[in-house]
Each structure stands twice: as structure tokens, then as C-alpha cells.
């Protein structure tokens, strides 16, 4: 089984709708991240979380909120979808000596 | 200016050719630097690491820091179409940091 899974995989979804990402992680680490991958602007951080009470905002955080419902698990909202919000998603955890990424979700705001 | 440059190809090679992937940064107080694999549809997955200056090799492939110039470097040897992917580049202050900054990501193709 995958270390860090993500659900959905793929999601289309219309402008204004609130929509759902969620992350699961066996690796037992503290430390999860929310991030978004758009060519030609590489990975950018949404949110991330030290522990369950420790969350953070990223370099891009607006129009987005998440929840750390436990150790391991982590979910990111969009409160009310819209169409520049279309990219991938990637929740990832933070071992040692580097982060560790889920599948990634595709999400696609019409 | 970003704070990692980072040339987005397509770079494709015929099979066997010796690869080289580079960035190049602005923040001289990066010590960590990560380079990435990633396949489509799959999440990016740690390659190699290393830690200040200098080279590291691990089978294939061998990475290269130059502080000095703020360059880093991915080479792969004897190139197979398995290595097919985007490389990115990833720089921190420190390995334990949240905080990395990633490259654009450089797209591979090693033609058969």
C-alpha cells in the first residue's frame, strides 16, 4: 500500500462549489503539506501542519482552507471553486531528509 | 527574479547519451538541494540529496552542487527510456525545514 494516498484522484467540478481533498499517510510523521503543481510555476505551498493543533498558511493560502484531523490525516477545502483554482493537487509528508508526496489530485473548476 | 531557475525542455535524448539537468538559484544560504523524479499522473520523488558542496553519485546518477556559482547539476549515465520523467530541483536552508523551493521541473524523454 501507498505511503501517502489521496482521494479523489480526478475531479471536475463547477465554479462556486465547495469541494474536498483529503490526505492519508501511513508513515507516522508529524509534519504534512498542501501543495499546488501549475506549468510553469513548479510546486507552491498551500498550507502545511506541524501536528494536529499546528497549522500554517502557505505562499498561496487564499481560497483555501485545510483540516488536521488526526496524525494522519489531512484535508484541503475549496471553499467556492473557481477557475484558476484548476491544477494538481499534492498532500506530502515530511520525513528526515525530504518530503514524501501522494499521487496527487487532478482538479479541474469549470 | 525566481529564487530557482530551472529550464523546462522537452530535453530528449537517444537512449545511452549521457544526460545533464541543471538550476541555478539566488539565495546563497541554501546548504540542502534535492533533485526529484516524476512520472506522469505520479507524485515527485526524492532522487538524490546532498548537503552543501560537492558531488554525490549513487549508480547512474551523480549530483553536483557549485556554490560557488549557484548551479546544480543532475547527471544520468547510460541512459534508458525508464528514465523518462521531469526532473525537479528542490533547495532548502536545511533538510528538516517545511520550507523547500522547487524548480519548474525539466521534462525527459530518452528515445529507444
Known amino acids: 500500500d501507498a505511503d501517502v494516498t489521496q482521494t479523489p484522484r480526478n475531479r471536475i467540478t463547477k465554479t462556486g462549489k465547495r469541494i474536498m481533498l483529503e490526505c492519508s499517510q501511513t508513515?507516522?510523521?508529524?509534519?504534512m503539506y498542501w501543495y499546488r503543481q501549475d506549468p510553469g510555476l513548479g510546486l507552491r505551498l498551500i498550507y502545511y501542519?506541524?501536528?494536529?493543533?499546528?497549522?500554517n498558511k502557505g505562499e498561496i493560502s487564499d481560497g483555501y482552507s485545510v483540516s488536521r484531523q488526526a496524525q494522519a490525516k489531512f484535508s484541503l477545502s475549496l471553499e467556492s471553486a473557481i477557475p484558476n483554482q484548476t491544477a494538481l493537487y499534492f498532500c506530502?509528508?515530511?520525513?528526515?531528509?525530504?518530503?514524501?508526496f501522494g499521487p496527487g489530485t487532478r482538479l479541474l473548476v469549470l | 527574479q525566481k529564487e530557482v531557475e530551472q529550464d523546462p525542455g522537452p530535453l530528449s535524448v537517444p537512449e545511452g547519451a549521457i544526460v545533464s539537468l541543471n538550476c541555478t538559484y539566488s539565495?546563497?544560504?541554501?546548504?540542502?538541494f534535492m533533485w526529484y523524479r516524476q512520472y506522469s499522473r505520479k507524485g515527485p520523488e526524492l532522487l538524490m540529496y546532498?548537503?552543501?558542496?560537492g558531488n554525490k553519485e549513487d549508480g547512474r546518477f551523480t549530483a553536483q552542487v557549485d556554490k560557488s556559482s549557484k548551479y546544480i547539476s543532475l547527471f544520468i549515465r547510460d541512459s534508458q527510456p525508464s528514465d523518462s520523467a521531469t526532473y525537479l530541483c528542490?533547495?532548502?536552508?536545511?533538510?528538516?525545514?517545511?520550507?523547500?523551493?522547487f524548480g519548474t521541473g525539466t521534462r525527459l524523454k530518452v528515445l529507444a
Open positions: 506530502a509528508t515530511q520525513g528526515q531528509e525530504t518530503q514524501y
Open positions: 508513515k507516522g510523521h508529524d509534519r
Open positions: 501542519s506541524f501536528d494536529v493543533k499546528d497549522i
Open positions: 539565495n546563497s544560504a541554501f546548504q540542502y
Open positions: 546532498t548537503y552543501s558542496s
Open positions: 528542490a533547495m532548502s536552508l536545511t533538510s528538516g525545514t517545511y520550507k523547500y523551493i
